[in-house]
């Protein structure tokens, strides 16, 4: 099993504090770095001192590191069209060496949107919107070099594009398709994804949403076994009880909570819990670190976790 680190810098981080976090997940040894793609905070946090962008930021990071894997767990439909999308994530892909994921979803905080001026249609648009941009962005990353590519959909078309630039990545960038929809979203995964991710769902609705995933690549005559499956879970690690209780309560979180609904508790713990997603069919994890200035709780993982998975 693959450890990836998952950030969520809306609730208050800067910069600095994002390129603190990937080093230390390169020089520990975990697969990648992933972040969020939101605008605003969420819980009642200030979210000081603001959002920062994915794609910029991921772009930052690309220079400044040279292993790890990059990428949105997941950025909106909404925020970005999808020619303007394809361009940054293949220019991003590029300044990284070919080190870039790319996670897309329909998007879902209207009160973000609302606060920046973002249209914020409904689900079912959002979900027209999210085909059609991973046509399009597969679709432009796909033309051959010399050739041209066109598109006409119901709320986007395209006209003579060059589909420049193109990815270092052949023949793109990964995909990566999640959520707990149980028809539409297993539909598009199994089109258009490389990677399918059940994010923060309890062990048996995990293991029944990858079910229906497979299924619908066997419906399309897909093999299911050349889709990665992944979770995303809130990790809460300590060497005792009491540096649990303080790393709980630093997330606003008792250790009960942790321990129960989280990848929480002490180092044999957290490697039993992510076990359990391994047999479930998760051949990656994502563990979703809230307080990004605690590094020594990484390393931590690194030393007493990772190795056991």
Not at 207 to 222: K, L, M, N, S, T
């Amino acid at each position: 099993m693959l450890l990836r680190v998952f950030t969520e810098p809306q609730q208050g981080a800067t910069y600095d504090d994002l390129l603190a976090v990937a080093r230390t997940t390169e020089e520990c040894g975990f697969d990648a770095f992933f972040r969020s793609d939101h605008y605003l905070a969420f819980g009642g946090l200030p979210g000081l001192p603001g959002p920062t962008d994915a794609w910029i930021t991921l772009a930052g990071l690309a220079r400044e590191t040279s292993r790890i894997r990059l990428g949105t767990l997941v950025s909106p439909v909404t925020f970005r069209p999808p020619g303007v999308l394809a361009i940054s994530v293949a220019q991003v892909d590029a300044m990284s060496g070919g080190r870039i994921e790319l996670g897309l979803g329909a998007g879902w905080n209207d009160e973000e949107h609302a606060a920046y001026g973002l249209a914020f249609p409904p689900l079912r648009e959002r979900f027209e919107l999210l085909e059609e941009q991973l046509e399009i962005v597969t679709g432009l990353w796909h033309t051959p070099e010399g050739e041209r590519f066109g598109f006409g959909g119901r709320h986007y078309r395209l006209d003579n594009s060059p589909g420049l630039p193109k990815p270092v990545q052949r023949p793109r960038p990964p995909i990566i398709l999640g959520g707990a929809g149980g028809r539409k979203t297993p539909a598009l995964a199994a089109r258009f994804a490389d990677e399918f991710n059940v994010p923060f769902h309890p062990l048996e609705q995990t293991h029944a949403q990858f079910d229906r995933v497979r299924a619908a690549c066997e419906a399309i005559g897909r093999d299911p076994g050349s889709l990665v499956l992944s979770a995303a879970l809130t990790v809460c690690c300590a060497a005792d009880e009491g540096e649990l209780g303080r790393r709980a309560s630093a997330i606003g979180r008792t250790v009960e909570n942790v321990r129960r609904w989280d990848a929480g508790g002490l180092p044999a713990e957290v490697v039993e819990r992510l076990g359990a997603y391994r047999h479930a069919g998760a051949s990656r994890v994502y563990l979703q670190l809230l307080d990004l200035r605690d590094l020594d709780h990484l390393r931590l993982l690194a030393t007493e976790v990772l190795p056991h998975v």
